[in-house]
């Protein structure tokens, strides 16, 4: 239940293409789903988040698409740039739990 | 620059050592975390502190301990590992105010046990 299954593990995308990383959930206490951006020898840092009460975020490049009745939620990043390339996390909480929970993180490769 | 601060990046240590990872926020966050990385692995919750309160510990086997002497430092004491423990051991903090807070993470101690 407190479960986030992510996918792809691993990800190569040419530079202007589209990324696009899944994730799915089965508690539906969740109420905050934010995407973690890390870079090799750094911690993750937030990019993104959304809660329920909207379909889609879209920060810049980066848009989140949210699906409440299937429980998914996904990050696409347009545009894709080489300096895109990290590991992209999902996660996941609700209302009176601080901690998140982790989705395994996509590996992405963004090709020049 | 990061707003937490990991002691030591790099640790080596044996099974039967005992060592200490250190974690300090300079952010004024009020919640600090430990979380463990492995490969392909999802981040894993270890301890969750706030207001210096232990508030979630995620069935964590008791060779590690964590400590936290006020809202900016946090400890994690490590004794009799595994080589199954080695990874990169990340320290997180935020704003203890719901669950909205981002979480701050550090660079983490990598950690490997002989």
């Known amino acids: 239940q407190q479960q986030v299954k992510q996918s792809p593990q691993s990800l190569i995308v040419q530079k202007g293409g589209i990324s696009i990383i899944n994730c799915a959930y089965e508690?539906?206490?969740?109420?905050?789903f934010p995407w973690y951006q890390q870079f090799p020898g750094k911690g993750p840092a937030l990019l993104i988040a959304?809660?329920?009460?909207?379909s889609e975020k879209k920060e810049g490049r980066f848009t989140i698409s949210f699906n409440k009745s299937a429980k998914q939620f996904s990050l696409h990043i347009m545009d894709s740039q080489p300096g895109d390339s990290a590991t992209y996390f999902c996660?996941?909480?609700?209302?009176?739990?601080?901690?998140?929970?982790f989705g395994s993180g996509t590996r992405l490769q963004v090709q020049p | 620059e990061t707003g937490v601060t990991q002691t030591p990046r790099h640790l080596v240590m044996g099974m039967t050592n005992k060592k200490s990872l250190k974690c300090e926020q300079h952010?004024?966050?009020?919640?600090m975390y430990w979380y463990k990385q492995s490969a392909k692995k999802p981040l894993e919750l270890m301890f969750v502190?706030?207001?210096?309160?232990?508030?979630e510990n995620n069935s964590v086997p008791s060779r590690f301990s964590p400590e936290c002497p006020n809202s900016s430092h946090l400890f994690l004491h490590l004794h009799t590992l595994q080589p199954e423990d080695s990874a990169l051991y990340l320290c997180?903090?935020?704003?203890?105010?719901?669950?909205?807070?981002?979480?701050?993470f550090g660079e983490g101690s990598r950690l490997t046990v002989l």
């Open positions: 959304i809660r329920p009460d909207v």
């Open positions: 502190y706030s207001l210096e309160e232990r508030v």
């Open positions: 997180a903090s935020s704003l203890s105010s719901g669950n909205t807070g981002e979480l701050f």
């Open positions: 996660a996941a909480s609700y209302t009176g739990r601080r901690a998140l929970t």
């Open positions: 952010l004024g966050h009020n919640a």
């Open positions: 508690n539906t206490a969740f109420d905050y």
